[in-house]
């Protein structure tokens, strides 16, 4: 039953991609930006286009839609996400085909300083292939996985003929920034179960995620005149520095990997006179997150008792949980996405993802949803790029989903 996406996905992806869905977690409101709604309401007039049912986009932020079902069953959701990531340059993406790719250093157009070779490039030899120009990201992630589920939707349409339970969809804001999921996303997509669009490579099913808090340290000094400041000034500057080399060296994201969490500084503002740390702690285990919040506590508190004058406070917040924790209690929509995998030919495979997703949240919120692979890789810079036959992978895998989703 396999069918041919590629000039489709291609399309699909290029287009969106070339608008501009940078998220910025400065910005109060949902979406972060206003230029996030300008793909929403293209999603969303397509998806009316298409015939798609309960088209709507949210105050909030989110397209939402429903492909109505042919069988009952349970009511299963795709996700993806629209915006691109704040870390590098969004504006102006000039994606790029490579049709047919040779198999050798893939070169940018707009910027020689840039090769990309990979493993999983090399296995990619007569594949099309995407990329941006040199200068921006991609924005494959997630414009994919966006690509992927318009492709599937748009099919199962036009082919009623095809026997599946009811799908909904929704397109988030934010994902990046961590705001992905509104809270009343969970009522409003109304699904049993879901799956986010927003993994790398081919066969990746991803059902664990870092459970993450973040710390903010604050510490105030006493401000004097560097000149007459004996015995008076207390340098908020040095207590960070103390802090920072208190905590354990080995425990920080660029030595760390696989199923190692980390404390990482991400963030240091101040003066002599106050100073603001922005910690983030990983781990894939509650009480490994909680010895990482504890451990970064301790700290502060010995350095603020080497002065009494100064004030040191570190205040630990809740962002998400590792969603195996609920997952591993019903695996019905792993096993899923495993058959619908080995139905469409790819044997699926499971690693931890070391960040959280939108699913990480909605599985918390009571909505079981693993993350699927896209082929999108080297996200988040100049070399992003990604596969259409990958793609065309992943919406072949959403048909055999939508099938074996509706059977008893
Ligand atoms: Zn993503």
């Not at 997630?142 to 003929?161: C, Q, S, Y």
């Not at 705001?179 to 409003?188: E, I, K, M, Q, S």
């Not at 973040?214 to 000149?227: D, E, Q, R, W």
Request: aromatic share 6%; with cysteine.
């Amino acid at each position: 039953m396999t069918q041919n996406f590629n000039a489709e996905l291609e399309s699909r992806l290029v287009r969106y991609a070339a608008i501009d869905t940078q998220s910025d977690d400065e910005a109060a409101g949902s979406p972060s930006t206003q230029i996030q709604l300008t793909l929403l309401n293209l999603l969303k007039q397509e998806l009316t286009d298409l015939g798609a049912a309960d088209v709507i986009l949210t105050d909030y932020g989110t397209v939402l839609a429903t492909i109505p079902g042919t069988l009952s069953g349970p009511t299963m959701a795709w996700l993806a996400h629209v915006d691109t990531a704040p870390q590098f340059n969004a504006t102006g993406v000039k994606p790029r085909v490579i049709h047919g790719y040779n198999g050798g250093a893939i070169t940018y157009p707009d910027n020689p300083n840039l090769t990309l070779t990979s493993a999983y490039l090399a296995t990619k030899q007569g594949h099309d292939i995407i990329t941006a120009s040199g200068l921006t990201l991609l924005g494959a992630d997630d414009k994919a996985g966006v690509a992927i589920i318009m492709t599937a939707a748009r099919h199962l349409l036009n082919h009623p003929d095809i026997p599946r339970g009811p799908i909904r969809i929704a397109f988030t804001p934010d994902e990046e920034i961590g705001r992905g999921v509104n809270a009343r996303l969970p009522a409003d997509l109304k699904a049993d179960f879901a799956y986010t669009f927003d993994g790398g490579a081919v066969g990746e099913i991803e059902y664990e995620s870092f459970s993450a808090d973040a710390a903010l340290v604050k510490i105030t000094g006493v401000s004097a005149h560097p000149g007459y400041s004996k015995g008076k000034l207390v340098n908020a500057l040095t207590l960070a520095a103390k802090i920072i080399s208190a905590l354990p060296a080995a425990q920080t994201p660029e030595l760390t990997d696989n199923r190692d969490g980390f404390l990482h500084l991400g963030e240091m503002t101040g003066t002599a006179a106050e100073v603001t740390l922005k910690f983030i702690l990983r781990d894939f285990e509650l009480d490994g997150l909680a010895a990482k919040g504890a451990l970064l506590q301790q700290v502060c508190a010995a350095v603020q008792a080497t002065d009494p004058r100064a004030t040191v406070t570190c205040t630990l917040i809740k962002q998400y949980r590792n969603m195996r924790y609920w997952l591993e209690k019903d695996m019905t929509p792993v096993n899923l996405a495993r058959a619908a995998c080995h139905a469409a030919g790819i044997e699926p495979r499971s690693v931890p993802i070391r960040g959280g997703t939108d699913g990480s949240r909605l599985t918390e919120m009571g909505v079981p949803t693993p993350n699927i692979f896209t082929g999108m890789q080297e996200i988040h810079g100049p070399l992003e790029w990604v596969s259409v036959q990958d793609m065309a992978t992943a919406t072949n895998l959403c048909l055999h989903l939508a099938q074996l989703a509706a059977k008893p």
